[in-house]
């Protein structure tokens, strides 16, 4: 079974306006993280925002935000007033606290395109 | 300077080529990971060490190997290439006991085995 599950291959959201990237994930480890990461088309990636599962507000940073709805397995990032810079492919991606590699699972990608 | 290097960035070769990618950080992480990015894919693991002294596999480690030379410096070789292991690689380090555990990037190899 897939354990981060990305829906959205594609998004478009117009320039100003807010958009949310989906993000679903399985678990049955109670410890775990959620993190997002932005691939621009130059390929390098980077770290946006992190939720632990114990954590028991939603993360923020700048116009980024986590609306993590643990009942639900979700994750969702949502980016606000969009601008053209954010197009981009958009990663989810989990870290269980019982995997040895400790390793970063990640989602298929959702890419983001910002229109003018 | 960037924190995390990869060497080269782009590479094409030919397939029964012995390829090796480098990375080097200067971040001081103990742990250090190589993974592959394929069109269409989010990333997958090929190899992780959490110290010089400790190498283990990853979800796709057939056809690869690793050395990790020194606390900053992890490499990972193709030793015959081919063409399906065409992608982009990345490096990436992380600290021990971190809160969080956040993986720092490279820029990414971009590997063509033709």
């Known amino acids: 079974a897939q354990k981060i599950t990305q829906t959205q291959p594609g998004m478009f959201v117009q320039e100003k306006e807010a958009v949310t990237l989906d993000c679903t994930y399985d678990t049955s480890d109670p410890s775990y993280g959620l993190f997002w990461y932005k691939q621009p088309s130059s390929g390098e990636m980077i770290f946006l925002i992190y939720q632990g599962s114990y954590d028991q507000q939603n993360a923020t940073e700048g116009r980024y935000s986590l609306n993590f709805q643990k009942a639900r397995k979700s994750a969702n990032l949502v980016i606000s007033a969009s601008q053209l810079g954010d197009s981009a492919m958009y990663f989810c991606a989990m870290r269980e606290a019982s995997g040895s590699a400790r390793q970063l699972t990640f989602g298929s990608g959702t890419q983001l395109t910002v229109l003018p | ?114």
């Open chain 2, 1 to 114: 300077d960037a924190d995390v290097t990869q060497t080269p960035r782009n590479r094409i070769t030919k397939t029964g080529k012995r390829i090796m990618l480098e990375c080097s950080q200067t971040k001081g992480h103990d742990r250090m990971y190589w993974y592959r990015q394929d069109p269409g894919l989010g990333l997958r693991l090929i190899y992780y060490s959490f110290d010089v002294k400790d190498i283990n596999k990853g979800e796709i480690s057939d056809g690869y190997s690793v050395s990790r030379q020194a606390q900053a410096k992890f490499s990972l070789s193709l030793e015959s290439a081919i063409p399906n292991q065409t992608a982009l690689y990345f490096c990436a380090t992380s600290v021990a006991g971190a809160t969080y555990n956040e993986q720092f990037f490279g820029p990414g190899t971009r590997l063509t085995v033709l």
